[in-house]
């Protein structure tokens, strides 16, 4: 008889989140709120997965007037359903300062009756959710801060904390399958939900990212309006092996950050929304806080890198919750080109 072969036992994120504990990289305030985030995600997959049969698609507000955001963006029912989701799940479990959202002007606080806790949550709760309508892949994206000591009940400054001092970060798609992709600081690693069992299962652990790549992520729609060196630096990954780079360059935009990111996270590339003239004035597109930083951390400890082009992403000082920035992420050297477009462009000057 064939010794039978050990049954390669899955790791819950539960199992995960323990043995960390356990190893004394975070503490059951931290596990727990990981835990929460991640059960309220599993209640955004399930109305994300019905579509239009869960009536819930579409825009928020009433018909001819769509309720819009502190963006200046048409709130999907989808977008309001994902942020009261999250919002009423982190209440009450007693281990946040507070909550700030994409889609709340200011930061949220705890309501009196529940106890509070030393972390700040911050997140999108949908992102991508123009993408809602035609069914493509959307994502929650959360990052995770201390609260000052000393500060019980949260207000926006509390907040302003640089990319560097996130304890967590984490994003989830809901796509073909949904995945929770998640870092404490000790590497990226990918969970999937298991539906029929209704946990999430690690299905890879430490992500990592090639450092080279030849798959770009912009919109190439903006070209026009991009600063001079980001159409440098596009125009030579467009001239391929015959231009400068020596190698054809493959392009992807699916215009959701969740799934060019995390597209990247599994097989390398560089995303990027440059500064362009559209948006300029206000810093960029992405915003820092909810959206660039946790990214930035996922990226970096799967051995990619971050930037805004002229500055490590992480260590970018926020001026605002809703601060906006210009992002270049994805495989370290690529990264690190784009950025020496942008600083040789700059020496010029
Ligand atoms: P554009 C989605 O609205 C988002 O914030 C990101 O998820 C995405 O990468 C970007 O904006 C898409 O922007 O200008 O291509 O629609």
């Known amino acids: 008889m064939s010794a039978t072969s050990p049954v390669p036992s899955s790791i819950s994120l ?13 503490n059951p305030d931290l596990r727990l709120l990981i835990e929460v985030v991640a059960r309220a995600c599993k209640t955004i997959s399930i109305a994300v ?11 928020a507000g009433t018909p ?14 989808l977008d309001v359903l994902s942020n009261e989701i999250l919002l009423e799940a982190n209440a009450w479990g007693g281990h946040l300062a507070g909550l700030a959202s994409e889609e709340m002007d200011t930061s949220h606080p705890i309501p009196d009756v529940y106890p509070r806790g030393n972390y700040l949550l911050l997140f999108d709760p949908l992102d991508g959710s123009s993408n ?3 069914n493509i892949s959307v994502g929650t994206i959360f990052s995770v801060l201390r609260c000052p000591d000393g500060v019980t009940q949260a207000a926006d400054k509390d907040f302003l904390q640089a990319g560097t001092e996130q304890v967590c970060a984490g994003y989830t798609t809901y796509g073909p399958s949904t995945m929770l992709v998640l870092t404490i600081g000790n590497g990226t690693h990918a969970f999937t939900l298991d539906r029929e069992v209704g946990s999430f299962v690690m299905t890879t652990r430490n992500m990592t990212i090639p450092e080279e790549t030849k798959e770009f992520a912009v919109n190439m729609s903006n070209q026009r309006h991009w600063q001079p060196p980001m159409q440098a630096y596009v125009a030579d990954l467009l001239s391929g092996k015959e231009g400068p780079r020596g190698k054809d360059f493959n392009m992807r935009w699916v215009a959701s950050m969740v799934a060019d990111v995390h597209r990247i996270l599994t097989r390398g590339g560089i995303f990027s929304y440059p ?3 559209k948006c300029a004035d206000k810093g960029g597109k992405l915003r820092l806080m909810y959206e660039a930083n946790p990214m930035s951390f996922l990226v970096e400890q799967a051995g990619g890198a971050a930037s805004t082009g002229r500055q490590r992403m992480l260590e970018v000082q926020p001026t605002g919750l809703h601060m906006r920035v210009p992002v270049f992420i994805g495989s370290k050297q690529e990264v690190e080109t784009a950025v020496r477009y942008h600083r040789e462009h700059d020496a010029e000057q």
């Open 132 to 134: 809602i309508d035609v």
């Open 275 to 277: 500064l362009d003239a």
């Open 49 to 59: 997965g019905k579509g239009a049969l869960g009536g819930v698609l579409g825009e």
């Open 14 to 26: 539960t199992r995960y989140l323990i043995e960390e504990q356990r190893a004394g990289r975070i």
């Open 64 to 77: 001819g007037e769509a309720s819009m955001n502190i963006q200046g963006e048409a709130q999907k029912k």
